[in-house]
């Protein structure tokens, strides 16, 4: 199942296994058990360190176990074959499982071994979920380091029955002794502090302590990371206050136009940045979010930024980059059936709509992609597109309509999402040109509208486009002076990338200018 090059690869990482690993399956006649069956040997056959054992001791099959010999307490559980986005799940399980230390803070593994209580968690997956695999690597690595908690993962994909029993509509969804623990992407930390209620605290009172910064950061995708990577070059102290670093590009599957790299995904890319910040003396604090910003009261004063938690960062300037989220539709029912039902992302929760029929609202390029996308695993698809006519490329236009279970409505205002209390089973929409009134019968609707900025905490502090987006000049600066923007939340038009980036860049560097030309004295207050 595995290539050579993967199997070359995959064997020099296991050359780091300190202790021996067994990988226990539990197997029935099926063409997926066979597979898996392929894949475990396959792995084995790559290191002394690793056996092959066949117990058929679970009832989800194909599954296997990866346990340390001797430390049967030291095991994680996948319910699938982790290929895919997961494969890299798979050779950090065997990795720590083996005694090789993860890499993560001390304090945190402190934090996971002193968690009390029993933890028995299921995550369930999707191959195609980019989000997925950082809430199972995280999982994995608390069973591992803590006896007393449990993880399988579980390919929502192949176990559909069992999808359907518990109302699983969204990946990754995580139970914890059998109740729903939370839906979406989470990092280690953020689990940590649902289950240890003092966790939030004690971040706050460290954050609450840092010394004012030369150049803060508000957000942590490409325009906040470009920003602090330049602002740090200058030798200033700069730090990074994100509430999810890498932001929407976690969330986006293929980029092919960013220049000079042909093709990648929006999770390696974060990776990427992630690490070339902290190449850099950046102070990265990363899960914090910000609700209020307080402007200096003189040109050169300090600049206040108030966190959810309670603590507040400090900076003689700052350089907002929050980015932007998906647009809501705003009709009723939507919220009731969000992630039962009403999904955001195709590429994450799509396999679960396997043989049913969906809806995609919306007709840019994000949504003729996503009902390209979805075609090819559900049983029908219809495209509802307010205009008159669909905005996507023409490429993407003429690949759709050689689709033969894809319907395209046009001129359509989509007008309630519909339910049975538990799951979404249609929508109505009107048609604009005759005012008529419709319904669709249908299991899940995948909302792609665009993106609406991340600015509601900004109101009362610079000034916003009609938008909601930052007005910013050609340097970035923003209606403050001292505070600067870039990226998605602002006026700069077309949401790139490649342009974020680039914008982030000349934030960091107006804001270095402008300190620099502060009067002595204005500087000397503010340090």
Same mark, same amino acid.
């Given at each position: 199942?595995?290539?050579?090059?993967?199997?070359?690869?995959?064997?020099?990482?296991?050359?780091?296994?300190?202790?021996?690993?067994?990988? =226990?399956?539990?197997?029935?006649?099926?063409?997926?058990?066979?597979?898996?069956?392929?894949?475990?040997?396959?792995?084995?056959?790559?290191?002394?360190?690793?056996?092959?054992?066949?117990?058929?001791?679970?009832?989800?099959?194909?599954?296997?176990?990866?346990?340390?010999?001797?430390?049967?307490?030291?095991?994680?559980?996948?319910?699938?074959?982790?290929?895919?986005?997961?494969?890299?799940?798979?050779?950090?399980?065997?990795?720590?499982?083996?005694?090789?230390?993860?890499?993560?803070?001390?304090?945190?593994?402190?934090?996971?071994?002193?968690?009390?209580?029993?933890?028995?968690?299921?995550?369930?997956?999707?191959?195609?979920?980019?989000?997925?695999?950082?809430?199972?690597?995280?999982?994995?690595?608390?069973?591992?380091?803590?006896?007393?908690?449990?993880?399988?993962?579980?390919?929502?994909?192949?176990?559909?029955?069992?999808?359907?029993?518990?109302?699983?509509?969204?990946?990754?969804?995580?139970?914890?002794?059998?109740?729903?623990?939370?839906?979406?992407?989470?990092?280690?930390?953020?689990?940590?502090?649902?289950?240890?209620?003092?966790?939030?605290?004690?971040?706050?009172?460290?954050?609450?302590?840092?010394?004012?910064?030369?150049?803060?950061?508000?957000?942590?995708?490409?325009?906040?990371?470009?920003?602090?990577?330049?602002?740090?070059?200058?030798?200033?102290?700069?730090?990074?206050?994100?509430?999810?670093?890498?932001?929407?590009?976690?969330?986006?599957?293929?980029?092919?136009?960013?220049?000079?790299?042909?093709?990648?995904?929006?999770?390696?890319?974060?990776?990427?940045?992630?690490?070339?910040?902290?190449?850099?003396?950046?102070?990265?604090?990363?899960?914090?979010?910000?609700?209020?910003?307080?402007?200096?009261?003189?040109?050169?004063?300090?600049?206040?930024?108030?966190?959810?938690?309670?603590?507040?960062?400090?900076?003689?300037?700052?350089?907002?980059?929050?980015?932007?989220?998906?647009?809501?539709?705003?009709?009723?029912?939507?919220?009731?059936?969000?992630?039962?039902?009403?999904?955001?992302?195709?590429?994450?929760?799509?396999?679960?709509?396997?043989g049913k029929r969906v809806a995609v609202i919306g007709g840019g390029n994000s949504g003729v992609e996503a009902a390209i996308d979805l075609a090819g695993i559900?049983?029908?698809?219809?495209?509802?597109?307010?205009?008159?006519?669909?905005?996507?490329?023409?490429?993407?236009?003429?690949?759709?309509?050689?689709?033969?279970?894809?319907?395209?409505?046009?001129?359509?205002?989509?007008?309630?999402?519909?339910?049975?209390?538990?799951?979404?089973?249609?929508?109505?929409?009107?048609?604009?040109?005759?005012?008529?009134?419709?319904?669709?019968?249908?299991?899940?609707?995948?909302?792609?509208?665009?993106? =609406?900025?991340?600015?509601?905490?900004?109101?009362?502090?610079?000034?916003?486009?009609?938008?909601?987006?930052?007005?910013?000049?050609?340097?970035?600066?923003?209606?403050?002076?001292?505070?600067?923007?870039?990226?998605?939340?602002?006026?700069?038009?077309?949401?790139?990338?490649?342009?974020?980036?680039?914008?982030?860049?000349?934030?960091?560097?107006?804001?270095?200018?402008?300190?620099?030309?502060?009067?002595?004295?204005?500087?000397?207050?503010?340090?």
């Open positions: 199942m595995l290539d050579a090059n993967l199997k070359q690869q995959l064997q020099g990482l296991l050359t780091n296994l300190r202790e021996p690993i067994e990988l =226990v399956s539990s197997l029935d006649g099926g063409a997926k058990s066979a597979e898996l069956a392929d894949l475990l040997d396959e792995v084995a056959a790559l290191s002394d360190k690793v056996s092959v054992e066949r117990a058929d001791d679970d009832a989800r099959r194909p599954s296997f176990l990866i346990r340390r010999v001797g430390h049967p307490e030291i095991a994680v559980r996948f319910a699938g074959i982790p290929l895919g986005h997961e494969f890299t799940s798979l050779v950090l399980a065997l990795l720590q499982v083996g005694g090789h230390p993860p890499k993560v803070a001390p304090e945190v593994i402190d934090q996971v071994r002193a968690l009390e209580g029993d933890y028995h968690f299921e995550t369930y997956f999707s191959l195609s979920c980019q989000n997925c695999p950082d809430i199972v690597q995280a999982l994995n690595l608390m069973s591992v380091v803590n006896p007393r908690i449990t993880h399988t993962a579980i390919d929502g994909g192949l176990f559909q029955s069992e999808v359907e029993r518990r109302q699983v509509m969204a990946v990754p969804t995580i139970f914890l002794n059998g109740e729903n623990f939370g839906q979406g992407r989470m990092e280690l930390e953020q689990i940590l502090a649902k289950l240890d209620t003092g966790a939030e605290a004690k971040a706050a009172e460290k954050i609450a302590a840092k010394d004012a910064f030369d150049v803060l950061v508000v957000g942590g995708g490409p325009a906040g990371a470009a920003a602090a990577i330049y602002a740090a070059r200058k030798g200033i102290r700069t730090g990074i206050a994100a509430e999810r670093f890498g932001g929407q590009v976690l969330d986006t599957m293929a980029i092919e136009n960013f220049i000079s790299v042909p093709h990648t995904e929006g999770p390696r890319l974060v990776a990427q940045l992630e690490q070339h910040v902290k190449d850099y003396d950046v102070d990265v604090m990363n899960l914090q979010r910000a609700e209020k910003l307080i402007p200096a009261e003189r040109e050169g004063g300090l600049h206040e930024v108030r966190l959810a938690n309670g603590a507040s960062l400090k900076a003689r300037t700052v350089i907002l980059s929050t980015g932007a989220r998906w647009r809501q539709l705003g009709v009723p029912g939507e919220e009731e059936y969000r992630n039962k039902g009403v999904a955001y992302c195709p590429h994450c929760d799509g396999p679960l709509y396997k559900v049983a029908h698809v219809t495209l509802i597109e307010f205009d008159s006519e669909l905005r996507a490329d023409a490429v993407l236009q003429r690949k759709l309509a050689s689709l033969s279970n894809v319907k395209i409505i046009t001129s359509a205002m989509t007008t309630e999402v519909l339910g049975d209390g538990t799951k979404v089973t249609g929508l109505s929409y009107k048609d604009r040109g005759k005012g008529e009134l419709h319904q669709v019968e249908l299991e899940g609707i995948f909302v792609q509208i665009g993106l =609406v900025p991340n600015t509601e905490w900004l109101k009362d502090s610079v000034a916003l486009s009609q938008r909601g987006e930052i007005e910013v000049d050609h340097r970035g600066a923003t209606s403050q002076p001292g505070i600067f923007a870039a990226g998605d939340c602002t006026t700069v038009p077309y949401k790139q990338i490649v342009i974020a980036m680039g914008e982030g860049s000349k934030a960091a560097l107006s804001a270095f200018d402008y300190m620099i030309r502060l009067p002595a004295e204005a500087a000397v207050e503010a340090a």
